[in-house]
Protein backbone atom coordinates (compact mmCIF):
# COMPACT_ATOMS: atom_id res chain seq x y z
CA UNK A 1 0.00 0.00 0.00
CA UNK A 2 1.53 3.41 -0.84
CA UNK A 3 -0.45 5.96 1.30
CA UNK A 4 -0.32 9.91 -0.27
CA UNK A 5 -0.98 13.32 1.86
CA UNK A 6 -1.79 16.70 0.68
CA UNK A 7 -3.25 19.84 1.43
CA UNK A 8 -5.91 21.38 -1.04
CA UNK A 9 -5.44 24.44 0.43
CA UNK A 10 -1.75 25.26 1.43
CA UNK A 11 -2.03 28.10 -1.20
CA UNK A 12 -3.25 30.08 1.81
CA UNK A 13 0.46 30.09 3.09
CA UNK A 14 1.68 31.61 -0.42
CA UNK A 15 4.20 34.11 -1.96
CA UNK A 16 4.10 34.51 -5.78
CA UNK A 17 7.23 36.08 -6.09
CA UNK A 18 8.80 33.55 -3.53
CA UNK A 19 10.71 30.64 -4.60
CA UNK A 20 8.58 28.62 -2.26
CA UNK A 21 5.27 28.90 -3.25
CA UNK A 22 2.32 27.13 -3.97
CA UNK A 23 2.92 26.15 -7.54
CA UNK A 24 5.38 23.47 -6.17
CA UNK A 25 2.66 21.11 -4.73
CA UNK A 26 -0.10 22.67 -7.23
CA UNK A 27 2.10 20.79 -9.97
CA UNK A 28 2.17 17.58 -7.91
CA UNK A 29 -1.00 17.13 -7.13
CA UNK A 30 -1.75 18.18 -11.17
CA UNK A 31 0.73 15.07 -12.06
CA UNK A 32 -1.00 13.01 -9.17
CA UNK A 33 -4.70 13.71 -10.69
CA UNK A 34 -3.66 13.17 -14.06
CA UNK A 35 -1.60 9.54 -13.10
CA UNK A 36 -5.04 8.33 -12.22
CA UNK A 37 -6.98 9.37 -15.08
CA UNK A 38 -6.59 6.44 -17.60
CA UNK A 39 -7.64 4.08 -14.81
CA UNK A 40 -4.26 2.48 -15.68
CA UNK A 41 -3.07 2.62 -12.09
CA UNK A 42 -4.58 0.09 -9.64
CA UNK A 43 -6.72 2.49 -6.88
CA UNK A 44 -6.63 -0.55 -4.10
CA UNK A 45 -2.84 -0.22 -4.14
CA UNK A 46 -3.03 3.81 -2.83
CA UNK A 47 -4.63 5.09 0.04
CA UNK A 48 -5.20 9.34 0.20
CA UNK A 49 -5.29 11.74 2.86
CA UNK A 50 -6.00 15.06 1.37
CA UNK A 51 -7.26 18.08 3.33
CA UNK A 52 -10.08 19.96 1.94
CA UNK A 53 -10.31 22.30 4.92
CA UNK A 54 -8.17 24.05 7.62
CA UNK A 55 -9.41 21.39 10.32
CA UNK A 56 -6.83 20.10 12.92
CA UNK A 57 -7.08 18.40 16.19
CA UNK A 58 -5.98 19.94 19.39
CA UNK A 59 -3.60 17.19 20.02
CA UNK A 60 -1.66 18.88 17.01
CA UNK A 61 -0.63 22.26 19.75
CA UNK A 62 0.60 19.40 21.90
CA UNK A 63 2.90 17.59 19.90
CA UNK A 64 4.60 20.79 18.73
CA UNK A 65 4.91 21.90 22.29
CA UNK A 66 7.58 18.30 22.36
CA UNK A 67 9.56 20.28 19.84
CA UNK A 68 9.44 23.85 19.91
CA UNK A 69 9.25 26.02 22.91
CA UNK A 70 5.94 27.86 24.15
CA UNK A 71 8.03 31.58 23.97
CA UNK A 72 8.69 31.17 19.78
CA UNK A 73 4.85 29.67 19.44
CA UNK A 74 3.35 32.47 21.09
CA UNK A 75 5.46 34.87 19.05
CA UNK A 76 4.27 32.89 15.84
CA UNK A 77 0.68 33.11 16.67
CA UNK A 78 0.76 36.61 17.80
CA UNK A 79 3.07 37.39 14.63
CA UNK A 80 0.26 36.11 12.47
CA UNK A 81 -2.79 37.62 14.31
CA UNK A 82 -0.90 40.92 12.89
CA UNK A 83 -0.27 40.02 9.44
CA UNK A 84 -2.58 41.84 6.40
CA UNK A 85 -1.14 40.01 3.74
CA UNK A 86 2.07 38.42 4.22
CA UNK A 87 5.17 38.96 6.93
CA UNK A 88 8.68 37.98 7.29
CA UNK A 89 10.26 35.79 10.45
CA UNK A 90 13.57 36.01 8.70
CA UNK A 91 14.66 37.31 5.58
CA UNK A 92 13.65 34.17 3.89
CA UNK A 93 11.24 32.94 5.68
CA UNK A 94 7.30 34.51 5.15
CA UNK A 95 4.24 33.99 7.11
CA UNK A 96 0.68 34.53 5.81
CA UNK A 97 -2.29 35.23 8.28
CA UNK A 98 -2.88 31.23 7.08
CA UNK A 99 0.64 29.89 7.86
CA UNK A 100 -0.01 28.12 11.43
CA UNK A 101 -3.75 27.19 10.24
CA UNK A 102 -2.12 25.16 7.15
CA UNK A 103 1.03 24.09 8.78
CA UNK A 104 -1.07 22.24 11.99
CA UNK A 105 -3.43 21.14 8.84
CA UNK A 106 -0.05 19.56 7.49
CA UNK A 107 0.46 17.61 10.83
CA UNK A 108 -2.60 16.08 11.07
CA UNK A 109 -2.36 15.08 7.49
CA UNK A 110 0.99 13.56 8.56
CA UNK A 111 -0.42 11.82 11.87
CA UNK A 112 -3.23 10.15 9.30
CA UNK A 113 -0.97 8.93 7.11
CA UNK A 114 1.31 7.83 9.92
CA UNK A 115 -1.15 6.13 11.46
CA UNK A 116 -2.22 4.31 8.56
CA UNK A 117 1.06 3.28 7.54
CA UNK A 118 1.70 1.21 10.90
CA UNK A 119 -1.64 -0.12 11.34
CA UNK A 120 -2.66 -0.67 7.40
CA UNK A 121 1.42 -1.66 6.57
CA UNK A 122 3.76 0.16 3.43
CA UNK A 123 4.87 3.61 2.81
CA UNK A 124 3.53 6.94 2.38
CA UNK A 125 4.62 10.18 0.57
CA UNK A 126 3.24 13.87 2.10
CA UNK A 127 3.80 16.77 -0.45
CA UNK A 128 2.88 19.43 2.03
CA UNK A 129 4.50 23.03 2.32
CA UNK A 130 6.12 25.20 3.96
CA UNK A 131 8.71 22.81 4.35
CA UNK A 132 10.12 22.58 8.31
CA UNK A 133 13.98 20.84 8.43
CA UNK A 134 15.71 24.39 9.02
CA UNK A 135 13.06 25.33 11.36
CA UNK A 136 15.03 24.94 15.29
CA UNK A 137 13.05 24.91 18.33
CA UNK A 138 12.98 28.48 19.01
CA UNK A 139 13.62 29.75 15.66
CA UNK A 140 12.81 30.39 12.23
CA UNK A 141 14.97 29.76 9.51
CA UNK A 142 14.85 28.81 5.56
CA UNK A 143 11.33 28.88 4.42
CA UNK A 144 10.30 26.89 7.77
CA UNK A 145 8.28 27.67 10.57
CA UNK A 146 7.61 24.85 12.56
CA UNK A 147 10.00 21.33 11.75
CA UNK A 148 7.39 18.57 10.65
CA UNK A 149 9.23 15.59 10.72
CA UNK A 150 10.28 16.62 14.29
CA UNK A 151 6.76 17.02 15.26
CA UNK A 152 6.35 13.70 13.55
CA UNK A 153 8.54 12.04 15.70
CA UNK A 154 7.50 12.68 18.47
CA UNK A 155 3.96 11.57 17.31
CA UNK A 156 5.15 8.18 16.60
CA UNK A 157 6.56 8.02 19.25
CA UNK A 158 4.02 9.04 21.98
CA UNK A 159 1.10 7.61 19.96
CA UNK A 160 1.99 4.39 18.88
CA UNK A 161 4.86 3.72 21.58
CA UNK A 162 7.08 3.03 19.10
CA UNK A 163 10.71 3.95 20.40
CA UNK A 164 13.61 4.54 18.04
CA UNK A 165 12.92 6.93 15.05
CA UNK A 166 15.52 7.63 12.39
CA UNK A 167 15.19 10.95 10.06
CA UNK A 168 16.95 10.65 7.22
CA UNK A 169 17.58 14.02 5.26
CA UNK A 170 18.81 14.04 1.48
CA UNK A 171 17.83 17.77 0.95
CA UNK A 172 20.88 19.78 -0.85
CA UNK A 173 20.45 22.22 2.67
CA UNK A 174 22.08 20.89 6.43
CA UNK A 175 18.37 20.14 8.28
CA UNK A 176 20.28 22.64 11.07
CA UNK A 177 16.62 22.17 13.09
CA UNK A 178 16.15 18.36 13.22
CA UNK A 179 19.50 18.20 14.16
CA UNK A 180 19.25 21.00 17.31
CA UNK A 181 15.97 19.62 18.31
CA UNK A 182 17.04 16.02 18.55
CA UNK A 183 20.91 16.54 19.43
CA UNK A 184 20.82 15.66 22.75
CA UNK A 185 18.33 12.68 22.49
CA UNK A 186 19.53 8.88 21.50
CA UNK A 187 15.89 7.94 20.51
CA UNK A 188 15.60 10.30 17.28
CA UNK A 189 19.00 9.19 14.88
CA UNK A 190 19.49 12.01 12.40
CA UNK A 191 21.76 11.51 9.38
CA UNK A 192 21.79 14.17 6.66
CA UNK A 193 23.46 14.46 3.45
CA UNK A 194 23.41 17.66 2.02
CA UNK A 195 26.21 20.39 0.20
CA UNK A 196 28.70 21.76 2.25
CA UNK A 197 29.94 24.73 2.36
CA UNK A 198 26.46 25.71 1.45
CA UNK A 199 23.25 27.26 3.90
CA UNK A 200 22.59 26.91 6.55
CA UNK A 201 26.83 26.33 6.71
CA UNK A 202 26.08 23.74 9.89
CA UNK A 203 26.26 20.11 9.27
CA UNK A 204 30.03 18.99 9.23
CA UNK A 205 31.21 15.25 10.14
CA UNK A 206 32.23 16.24 13.77
CA UNK A 207 28.93 17.23 14.80
CA UNK A 208 27.70 14.00 16.00
CA UNK A 209 25.34 15.33 19.22
CA UNK A 210 25.67 16.02 22.57
CA UNK A 211 25.32 14.56 25.92
CA UNK A 212 23.66 10.90 25.27
CA UNK A 213 23.35 12.24 22.08
CA UNK A 214 26.61 11.43 20.69
CA UNK A 215 26.65 9.45 18.13
CA UNK A 216 22.80 9.97 16.99
CA UNK A 217 23.44 12.83 14.61
CA UNK A 218 25.44 11.72 11.28
CA UNK A 219 26.33 14.39 9.26
CA UNK A 220 27.81 13.56 5.28
CA UNK A 221 28.68 17.28 3.70
CA UNK A 222 29.19 16.76 0.13
CA UNK A 223 30.61 18.99 -2.38
CA UNK A 224 27.98 22.11 -3.40
CA UNK A 225 28.01 20.11 -7.24
CA UNK A 226 27.40 17.02 -5.87
CA UNK A 227 25.78 14.64 -8.23
CA UNK A 228 24.72 11.24 -8.44
CA UNK A 229 27.70 9.41 -7.49
CA UNK A 230 28.88 10.83 -4.33
CA UNK A 231 25.10 10.39 -2.88
CA UNK A 232 24.52 6.81 -4.22
CA UNK A 233 27.77 5.93 -2.46
CA UNK A 234 26.68 7.41 0.72
CA UNK A 235 23.24 5.28 0.62
CA UNK A 236 24.79 2.57 -0.29
CA UNK A 237 27.15 2.07 2.61
CA UNK A 238 26.97 4.65 5.16
CA UNK A 239 22.80 4.70 5.55
CA UNK A 240 22.46 1.03 5.04
CA UNK A 241 25.24 0.33 7.91
CA UNK A 242 23.54 2.86 10.36
CA UNK A 243 20.11 1.96 10.22
CA UNK A 244 21.61 -1.78 10.67
CA UNK A 245 22.92 -0.82 13.75
CA UNK A 246 20.19 1.68 15.00
CA UNK A 247 17.55 -0.69 13.89
CA UNK A 248 14.41 2.03 14.14
CA UNK A 249 10.86 1.34 14.54
CA UNK A 250 10.02 4.01 11.78
CA UNK A 251 12.00 5.90 9.17
CA UNK A 252 10.79 9.83 8.32
CA UNK A 253 12.81 10.65 4.80
CA UNK A 254 13.18 14.50 4.59
CA UNK A 255 12.85 14.49 0.84
CA UNK A 256 14.52 17.57 -0.98
CA UNK A 257 14.32 17.59 -4.57
CA UNK A 258 16.81 20.53 -4.56
CA UNK A 259 19.71 18.39 -5.01
CA UNK A 260 18.30 17.64 -8.96
CA UNK A 261 20.67 19.37 -11.57
CA UNK A 262 18.07 21.63 -12.43
CA UNK A 263 16.95 23.58 -9.20
CA UNK A 264 16.76 27.15 -9.10
CA UNK A 265 18.28 27.85 -5.51
CA UNK A 266 21.39 25.00 -5.57
CA UNK A 267 24.32 23.53 -7.24
CA UNK A 268 24.20 20.03 -6.81
CA UNK A 269 24.09 17.75 -9.85
CA UNK A 270 21.60 14.86 -8.73
CA UNK A 271 19.16 13.39 -11.90
CA UNK A 272 15.81 11.77 -11.82
CA UNK A 273 17.74 8.32 -11.59
CA UNK A 274 19.75 9.15 -9.11
CA UNK A 275 16.65 10.40 -7.04
CA UNK A 276 15.09 7.56 -7.71
CA UNK A 277 17.59 5.23 -6.75
CA UNK A 278 18.07 7.00 -3.17
CA UNK A 279 14.94 6.02 -2.35
CA UNK A 280 14.78 2.72 -3.42
CA UNK A 281 18.01 1.74 -1.28
CA UNK A 282 16.08 3.86 1.49
CA UNK A 283 13.10 1.42 0.85
CA UNK A 284 14.91 -2.03 0.28
CA UNK A 285 17.09 -1.15 3.68
CA UNK A 286 13.72 -0.81 5.52
CA UNK A 287 11.55 -3.37 3.70
CA UNK A 288 9.19 -0.83 1.78
CA UNK A 289 7.28 -0.37 5.61
CA UNK A 290 6.82 1.50 8.07
CA UNK A 291 8.50 4.93 5.95
CA UNK A 292 7.07 8.09 4.97
CA UNK A 293 9.03 10.56 2.99
CA UNK A 294 7.86 14.05 3.62
CA UNK A 295 8.70 16.86 1.13
CA UNK A 296 10.99 19.75 2.24
CA UNK A 297 12.62 21.73 -0.56
CA UNK A 298 12.25 21.48 -4.59
CA UNK A 299 12.14 24.47 -6.50
CA UNK A 300 11.71 23.21 -9.76
CA UNK A 301 8.13 22.49 -10.50
CA UNK A 302 9.34 19.66 -13.71
CA UNK A 303 11.33 17.99 -11.12
CA UNK A 304 8.78 17.54 -8.78
CA UNK A 305 6.27 16.58 -11.68
CA UNK A 306 9.06 13.74 -12.04
CA UNK A 307 9.62 12.72 -8.66
CA UNK A 308 6.15 12.28 -8.12
CA UNK A 309 5.70 10.02 -11.18
CA UNK A 310 8.09 7.75 -9.67
CA UNK A 311 6.81 7.56 -6.31
CA UNK A 312 3.13 6.87 -7.23
CA UNK A 313 4.29 4.65 -10.68
CA UNK A 314 7.90 3.60 -10.86
CA UNK A 315 8.25 2.25 -7.16
CA UNK A 316 8.11 -1.66 -7.66
ZN1 LIG B 1 16.83 22.58 0.55
Known amino acids: MISIAYNELDYLHNLDSHVENSNRTKSIVSKLSSLFVDGKLKKERYKFFVAKSLDYSSEVWSIIFTVHNQEYVEFLESKVSKVKKFDFLDPDTYVTPYTLKVILTNLNLLFSLC ?20 AESSKAMGFCVINNVAVLARYIQLYHNLKKVMIV ?16 DDSVLYFSTHAYPFYPF ?28 ELLKIYQNEFVSVYNNFAPDFVIVSSGYDIHSHDPITYMNCSINGINRIKDIILETVGYKRVIFVLEGGYNTNVLQEVVLYDINGIK
Do not use: M, W
Open 115 to 134: DCVINDGGFGFAYIRPPGHH
Open 169 to 184: DFDAHHGNGTQEIFYD
Open 202 to 229: TGLISEKGIGKGVGYTYNFPVSIYAGDN
